[in-house]
């Protein structure tokens, strides 16, 4: 053995030095040829990503993720709302009460049509009276009448959920997150304030972005994820069957919506709003470092929308005489409402009618009101939203609940109880300053007004309120529908 190894000793030697020689040479090529990628290679390893939570947030991603059970969304009625409407013979209100007077602006408010003109390499818009000359952008799409672009550095666009997994899920956060991504974020903070979004505009705008830039829902899904994160919303992504689930945490409740437990906060998954579950998933426990913004629903302000201007007449009878109420609305608003998941009661009753469309609106009711005494003017006004629409519950009408912000209710000639009650609660509540609020019963919404009238009341707020249904058909402040006479309300909206 020893032998054999000293006899092999001298070829190993050679072959030794032979390897060294050519490792020596080819090091010395590799030295001069690539050492200043090496270096750039290090370098990038300590930069790769300009924010320093984002560093911190791939170790969470990277960590085991964990499973996580679906809750089912709760439904808004305990009990399917009537199908058919109730009524009574109508009869003159007692007129009490100082005469009314609507209040309407000096210059009519009229929805302007938007100007538009593109040519080459910009277009030019009209805002606010002044002219704003626009250079085009890498991406350009329509939002709600207007072209809006942003440039987008090519980085993101390689951004790949590759593989299906929780990896690819930590490579798409990689290129992403070590691209020139701010410039975008700021481009999407200044569309919003101009246009005036809430935070669902917000949502609209990021998910439209995203859908325009990446063709596969995963790709949409992941780097909506991103720029919420960056925009400071708390947003967490999931795996189920190998697919990308994108859920918003919301402190209320967004109803018909499947929905996440993380940390006792409820994360929805708005996308499936009425779609049914998503089943279970994987997912993280960590939020985002500092983004902990929830997803707030409320419309307290409209959308500062281009302009899409439409006509509509509304028209009922009572006591034998046509009254003609006429008004404009934007196409566009409508357009954006119809978007809405199932917020809350609040979110609808305490969000604006169109100026413009108020406005033209109230000068129609004028004509009738002004002189009465102000029971007859409250009446005529929830005689109108009593007649001028038909009855159809959501299910026949969208095949799912819908809540209609009163802007909607306007435009569509059909409704039901709580979108009667919301649209008669902002009329009354602006024309005539009086408090009111929403009166929800497991299977029906109706309002009451605090006004010194005898009638039907409810006990809210510590104070008595009259009662007055903007569905059941014909009946006066103050009358209530049998069924519910006697019936403690489940809930009090206030209209603020």
């Not at 606010?128 to 440039?151: A, L």
């Not at 997994?165 to 997150?177: H, L, R, S, Y």
């Not at 969208?398 to 802007?407: D, L, S, Y």
């Amino acid at each position: 053995m020893k032998q054999q190894n000293k006899a092999g000793s001298p070829k190993l030697s050679k072959l030794f030095g032979h390897f060294s020689l050519a490792l020596l040479l080819g090091s010395s090529s590799l030295l001069a040829g690539s050492f200043e990628d090496f270096k750039r290679s290090q370098v990038d390893a300590f930069t790769k990503y300009t924010d320093e939570r984002d560093s911190e947030f791939k170790g969470y991603l990277d960590k085991q993720w964990k499973a996580f059970k679906v809750f089912k969304g709760e439904p808004l009625y305990e009990k399917p709302k009537p199908k058919r409407v109730v009524t009574t013979q109508p009869q003159h209100i007692k007129s009490v009460g100082p005469k009314v007077t609507v209040a309407v602006s000096k210059t009519p408010k009229k929805i302007e049509e938007k100007i538009e003109k593109k040519v080459e390499n910009e277009k030019l818009v009209v805002r606010n009276n002044f002219i704003v000359i626009q250079p085009k952008k890498d991406i350009e799409f329509d939002f709600y009448g207007s072209t809006i672009g942003f440039n987008i550095d090519k980085k993101m666009k390689s951004a790949k959920f590759y593989p299906t997994n929780q990896k690819g899920i930590g490579n798409f956060f990689d290129t992403v997150a070590s691209s020139e991504y701010k410039f975008l974020v700021v481009d999407i903070k200044k569309t919003a304030k101009d246009l005036n979004l809430n935070d669902w505009g917000v949502y609209l705008l990021v998910n439209k972005l995203s859908n325009t830039l990446f063709s596969k829902r995963d790709n949409v899904n992941l780097f909506s994820w991103f720029l919420f994160n960056k925009l400071g919303y708390a947003v967490k992504v999931g795996l189920a069957n190998k697919h990308i689930v994108l859920m918003h945490y919301s402190k209320k409740t967004i109803y018909s919506t499947p929905n996440y437990r993380f940390n006792n906060k409820k994360y929805y998954v708005v996308a499936n709003y009425a779609k049914g579950s998503v089943g279970s998933l994987y997912s993280y426990k960590q939020n985002y470092p500092n983004a902990t913004k929830p997803l707030d629903l409320s419309l307290k302000t409209l959308p500062n929308f281009a302009k899409n201007k439409r006509t509509k007449l509304l028209s009922f009878e009572q006591f034998g005489k046509t009254y003609n109420i006429e008004f404009d609305y934007n196409q566009n608003l409508i357009d954006f409402m119809a978007t809405y998941p199932q917020a809350d009661y609040d979110t609808y009753f305490n969000s604006p009618l169109d100026e413009a469309t108020y406005d033209q609106l109230a000068r129609s009711l004028k004509k009738y009101v002004d002189g009465k005494q102000a029971s007859r003017g409250i009446n005529f006004v929830l005689t109108f939203v009593q007649k001028a629409f038909k009855y159809e519950v959501d299910d026949l009408q969208f095949g799912r609940e819908k809540v209609m912000f009163a802007q909607e209710t306007l435009y569509f000639n059909k409704s039901d109880c709580e979108d009667r009650a919301i649209l008669f609660a902002y009329l009354v509540k602006k024309i005539f300053k009086i408090a009111v609020v929403g009166v929800k019963y497991s299977d029906h919404m109706a309002t009451a007004l605090y006004i010194p009238i005898k009638g039907d009341t409810v006990r809210a707020k510590g104070r008595k309120f009259v009662v007055a249904d903007p569905t059941y058909i014909n009946a006066n402040i103050g009358q209530s529908m049998p069924k519910y006479r006697r019936v403690k309300p489940d809930d009090f909206i206030l209209v603020k």
